[in-house]
Nanobody
Framework: QVQLVESGGGLVQAGGSLRLSCVAS????????KGWFRRAPGKEREFVAA????????SYADSVKGRFTISRDNAKNMVYLQMNSLKPEDTAVYYC???????????????WGQGTQVTVSS
């Protein structure tokens, strides 16, 4: 059983940076792939980034590639999302997720956090 809690969201101006953190409970968290998803106002949830549990291979949505970086610290049961060059379009509730494999669909993840709000102003 894995429980996830996100933090680090907030208000930032366009072009700024923010780092989101996700802490997990569970002895086997390191074995799970971890992903970040987001849901903007009036829009469906979309994939942002993921990192595999086995080798730390990363994947990014085209919209954030080159700006966002996902990383992990298995010793601390943490996963991070460093967000640079933020745009107003990045405004959303960001969710941390964990699952058996690194995939880009939310249905592929078994555990979800409650989300943290990121607001990017113009």
């Amino acid at each position: 059983q894995v429980q996830l809690v996100e933090s680090g969201g907030g208000l930032v101006q366009a072009g700024g940076s923010l780092r989101l953190s996700c802490v997990a409970s569970g002895r086997t968290f390191a074995r799970y792939a971890k992903g970040w998803f987001r849901r903007a106002p009036g829009k469906e949830r979309e994939f942002v980034a993921a990192i595999s549990g086995s080798y730390g291979i990363t994947s990014y949505a085209d919209s954030v590639k080159g700006r966002f970086t996902i990383s992990r610290d298995n010793a601390k049961n943490m996963v991070y999302l460093q967000m640079n060059s933020l745009k107003p379009e990045d405004t959303a509730v960001y969710y941390c997720a964990a699952g058996p494999a690194m995939v880009v669909t939310g249905s592929g993840y078994d555990y979800w956090g409650q989300g943290t709000q990121v607001t990017v102003s113009s």
